[in-house]
T-cell receptor
C-alpha cells in the first residue's frame, strides 16, 4: 500500500513565523501535491510537482512556496504565517505511470493553527 | 471557472437502505470523475474512478454513474451500514483535479 506521511498532525504557530510542512511518500511516485481543506470550500490545490526540483502553482499559491529536492519528499513553506492560513493541509501523491487519471494517495493531514 | 458541486447538507439514512450522493459539474467537461471517502481527522481515500465514456462502474456495494447530458455523477452505496458513515468527495479531471466540498453521510442502525 502507498504510504504518504505528513510529519505533524497538529501545529500551532504565531503570526509572522516561517512554517515548514513536510511530506514523504514511499511508492516512488512522480507527482506530489499540497492541498488545503476548509469547511465549505473543499480541497484547494496550492502547489504540485511532477518531478524533482519541478513545481507548478495551483489555484491558491499566494503566501506559500514549495521545495522538492528528493523524489519522495515535498515540503510546503509558509514564508510568514498569517491567521488566514489556519487550515487542514493535505499532501498527496500519484503516479503518471498508471495513466493521467491516476488516483491520489493522501496523507492524514496537518492541522495548522496560526495565532 | 470549473466547478464541482456536492450537496453540503448531510445525508441521513437507515441501515440497509441505498445511499445516493450527487455530484454536479459546471463550466467544463471532465474526462473522468473520481470518488473519495474521508473519515474525520484522516485524509481522503480513493474509491472509484469513472471515465466520461463509461455510463456506470461498480465495486462491491458501490456504484457510480456518469451522465454527460445532465453533467452529473451519482454515487450509490447499497445495503448501507453504519461503517459507511463518512464524508464522500467527488473530483473531476480537467487541467487539474477539482474537488467538490463533499457530502457527509450518516447511516443509522
Amino acid at each position: 500500500d502507498v504510504k504518504v506521511t505528513q510529519s505533524s498532525r497538529y501545529l500551532v504557530k504565531r503570526t509572522g513565523e516561517k512554517v515548514f510542512l513536510e511530506c514523504v511518500q514511499d511508492m516512488d511516485h512522480e507527482n506530489m501535491f499540497w492541498y488545503r481543506q476548509d469547511p465549505g470550500l473543499g480541497l484547494r490545490l496550492i502547489y504540485f510537482s511532477y518531478d524533482v526540483k519541478m513545481k507548478e502553482k495551483g489555484d491558491i499559491p499566494e503566501g506559500y512556496s514549495v521545495s522538492r529536492e528528493k523524489k519522495e519528499r515535498f515540503s510546503l513553506i509558509l514564508e510568514s504565517a498569517s491567521t488566514n492560513q489556519t487550515s487542514m493541509y493535505l499532501c498527496a501523491s500519484s503516479s503518471p505511470k498508471t495513466g493521467g487519471n491516476s488516483p491520489l494517495h493522501f496523507g492524514n493531514g496537518t492541522r495548522l493553527t496560526v495565532t | 471557472s470549473q466547478k464541482i458541486e456536492q450537496n453540503s447538507e448531510a445525508l441521513n439514512i437507515q441501515e440497509g437502505k441505498t445511499a445516493t450522493l450527487t455530484c454536479n459539474y459546471t463550466n467544463y467537461s471532465p474526462a473522468y470523475l473520481q470518488w473519495y471517502r474521508q473519515d474525520p481527522g484522516r485524509g481522503p481515500v480513493f474509491l472509484l474512478l469513472i471515465r466520461e465514456n463509461e455510463k456506470e462502474k461498480r465495486k462491491e456495494r458501490l456504484k457510480v454513474t456518469f451522465d454527460t447530458t445532465l453533467k452529473q455523477s451519482l454515487f450509490h452505496i447499497t445495503a448501507s451500514q453504519p461503517a459507511d458513515s463518512a464524508t464522500y468527495l467527488c473530483a473531476g479531471a480537467g487541467n487539474m483535479l477539482t474537488f467538490g466540498g463533499g457530502t457527509r453521510l450518516m447511516v443509522k442502525p
